[in-house]
């Protein structure tokens, strides 16, 4: 895992995988992936947070990227990091991947002082998603985000302890 950036090769890599991945868009948004997907990965904020707060991160196996994560501290609460996407190549997913990736998450966010709490907002549509998040301890809040543009569908909030293992 290492933190990507807008400018040089990182922004291409995340074109290509944002592209590769464009099935994930078409179920959140009834449209085809394009530079914008791209773009907001690395310029879109929640209300109150600036980028110091934004983590754009990428995922490898050796050389090549395989996923994508953005991770947001600090958002809806001071104690809480909030995962705006977290998504793998086709190719890529079911092989542990995301498990991989998440634990990853967890020990960066649990470092962060104060930290708590880890949020997610997913598809109330996109089944494979919704299982994935339970299976890996995320629980629903029972905050529903109504469907707005771009989404298809609602988002159904959830939530995860982050492990306390601060010395």
């Known amino acids: 895992m290492r933190r990507l950036r807008r400018e040089g090769g990182d922004l291409e890599l995340a074109r290509a995988l944002i592209l590769a991945a464009g099935d994930f868009t078409e179920i959140t948004t009834g449209s085809p992936a394009s530079e914008a997907d791209v773009l907001s ?42 995962i705006g996407l977290l998504l793998f190549r086709p190719e890529a997913r079911g092989r542990g991947y995301g498990r ?16 708590t709490r880890l949020r997610i907002g997913v598809d109330a549509t996109h089944i494979a998603a919704l299982a994935f998040w339970r299976h890996m301890g995320f629980a629903e809040t029972g905050e529903i985000r109504p469907r707005t543009v771009p989404y298809a569908a609602d988002i159904l909030v959830f939530e995860k302890n982050l492990r306390m293992e601060k010395t």
């Open 100 to 115: 991989a990736a998440l634990d990853r998450i967890e020990l960066l966010t649990a470092a962060w002082p104060n930290m």
């Open 41 to 82: 990965l690395f310029d879109d904020l929640p209300p109150g947070r600036t980028m110091a707060d934004k983590f754009v991160l990428g995922f490898f196996a050796g050389t090549r990227l395989v996923g994508i994560a953005d991770v947001v501290r600090g958002w809806n609460a001071p104690d809480k990091a909030i």
